[in-house]
């Protein structure tokens, strides 16, 4: 699944940018080294912390929007967990994220937390305005297509409104539910070993039998 997130950002290196091959797979390489580590690995560690870092901020920037979410038990990184993987290729028109990967190069990766929370600013009244949990998912399934969603509403709120961001904040978040997202996983693992073992034993007794 995260390798076909991958060759979609690929494609969009060979098809709008119209790199060639080489020069895609090196903007590819690029765009990796910036984000965290294990943001593409199996578990995608560095991805699940970064939406639970993205969902403290937005409560603490947009706590209506995540009440509102609450309300109708809305789980935001099931919309902005493919904006990251993806760097909002699959998620936005073609001119922001242009100026998403030129700020992206350019700031590193906090700029994921920017844009998405930029998105959601502009669009703050009309989530509000959603009556049910599908009206919500329509909603932000086409809300990087929308006609406010431009690069310049965009950056007037990422690098304006939002600021001071400051890199050391994202740094502790994600410090600290790196701690939490392992120790999930390694609790998980020690379930499945247990299963499994009981699963082999419980075989063995019934072939005895």
Same mark, same amino acid.
Request: hydrophobic share 45%.
């Given at each position: ?11 969009? !290196? @060979?098809?709008?940018?119209?790199? +060639? ?14 984000? #965290?580590?294990? =943001?593409? *690995? /199996? $578990? &995608? ?17 947009? #706590?209506?929007?995540?009440?509102? %979410?609450? /309300? ?7 919309? $902005? ?28 990766? +906090? ?6 929370? !930029? ?6 009244? &009309? ?9 919500? =998912? ?7 297509? *929308?006609?406010?969603? $431009? #690069? ?9 409104? @939002?600021?001071? %961001? #400051? ?12 701690? +939490? ?5 390694? /609790? ?6 247990? =299963? ?5 034993? *419980? ?7």
């Amino acid at each position: 699944w995260y390798q076909r997130r991958v060759r979609g950002i690929a494609a969009f !290196a @060979l098809t709008v940018l119209n790199l +060639k091959e080489e020069e895609a797979f090196w903007a590819v390489v690029a765009v990796v080294e910036v984000l #965290p580590l294990d =943001y593409y *690995s /199996q $578990t &995608m560690i560095g991805a699940q912390v970064d939406q639970r870092v993205l969902s403290d901020i937005m409560a603490d920037k947009y #706590p209506k929007i995540m009440a509102h %979410f609450q /309300q109708f038990k809305i789980d935001l990184s099931l919309i $902005t967990f493919n904006w990251f993987l993806t760097l909002y290729v699959d998620n936005t028109n073609i001119e922001v994220v242009l100026s998403f990967w030129d700020s992206f190069l350019y700031e590193g990766d +906090k700029v994921l937390f920017r844009y998405a929370l !930029a998105i959601f600013r502009i669009h703050h009244d &009309m989530l509000l305005n959603t009556r049910d949990g599908i009206e919500v =998912y329509n909603f932000c399934r086409a809300i990087g297509d *929308s006609d406010y969603c $431009t #690069p310049e509403n965009i950056k007037r709120i990422a690098f304006g409104e @939002l600021n001071p %961001f #400051p890199m050391e904040r994202v740094s502790k978040r994600r410090e600290f539910h790196y701690k +939490k997202v392992v120790g999930e996983l390694n /609790q998980l693992n020690e379930m499945r070993a247990s =299963y499994n073992t009981h699963k082999r034993s *419980s075989a063995i007794d019934y072939d005895s039998d």
